[in-house]
T-cell receptor
Framework: ETGVTQTPRHLVMGMTNKKSLKCEQHLGHNAMYWYKQSAKKPLELMFVYNFKEQTENNSVPSRFSPECPNSSHLFLHLHTLQPEDSALYLC??????????????FGEGSWLTVV | AQTVTQSQPEMSVQEAETVTLSCTYDTSENNYYLFWYKQPPSRQMILVIRQEAYKQQNATENRFSVNFQKAAKSFSLKISDSQLGDTAMYFCAFMKHVSGSARQLTFGSGTQLTVLP
């Protein structure tokens, strides 16, 4: 049981497809994050949202488009991806104040394979 | 910028034994937090333990404890009475203290721990 839920857990898409990853947090947090985990690489922070506002975009290619309609939901829209984009995409959330804000909680990840 | 280094890509330990995973970090910050996360084959990133840099006392969580050496910028994880379910990739992570904004974690490259029956 996790307070951060990601769907789908597995996704296979062609390079010309458009798909989306969804994340929902049930922890009452107000910051949400997308991380990318590729084989043999440290986790890479992609996007940060603070109270629905994007505060960080770590030079992510425009074929990845995030959306945060409210503090509980985060999407990652995918279009014209490349095979090297195949990876585990992890969503996370946290508070932004108080001692509880000093811990980030992760979802189970969405495995993406681009063919 | 912060960096986190885990110099042991793989480790193994016999069930019921004790193992220590190493982590060093580099930062100019004085107020920060350090974490150990584990990632089992299910791939969910699970928080194991957290340490506040301003606290001298080492954090403990049941069988998990840390040895935090602030001056040396070292943060090792000790797992006592290792269990088969402890088999996972373990990540050391750094987060500087901020107030009122989203947090950012910097991760090490991970240590794959295998507990042997």
């Amino acid at each position: 049981e996790t307070g951060v839920t990601q769907t789908p857990r597995h996704l296979v898409m062609g390079m010309t497809n458009k798909k989306s990853l969804k994340c929902e947090q049930h922890l009452g947090h107000n910051a949400m994050y997308w991380y990318k985990q590729s084989a043999k690489k440290p986790l890479e922070l992609m996007f940060v949202y603070n109270f629905k506002e994007q505060t960080e975009n770590n030079s992510v290619p425009s074929r990845f488009s995030p959306e945060c309609p409210n503090s509980s939901h985060l999407f990652l829209h995918l279009h014209t991806l490349q095979p090297e984009d195949s990876a585990l995409y992890l969503c996370a959330s946290s508070q932004v104040a108080g001692s509880e804000g000093n811990t980030i909680y992760f979802g189970e990840g969405s495995w993406l394979t681009v063919v | 910028a912060q960096t986190v280094t885990q110099s042991q890509p793989e480790m193994s330990v016999q069930e019921a034994e004790t193992v220590t995973l190493s982590c060093t970090y580099d930062t100019s910050e004085n107020n920060y937090y350090l974490f150990w996360y584990k990632q089992p084959p299910s791939r969910q990133m699970i928080l194991v333990i957290r340490q506040e840099a301003y606290k001298q006392q080492n954090a403990t969580e049941n069988r998990f404890s840390v040895n935090f050496q602030k001056a040396a910028k070292s943060f090792s994880l000790k797992i006592s009475d290792s269990q088969l379910g402890d088999t996972a990739m373990y990540f050391c992570a750094f987060m500087k203290h901020v107030s009122g904004s989203a947090r950012q974690l910097t991760f090490g490259s991970g240590t794959q721990l295998t507990v042997l029956p």
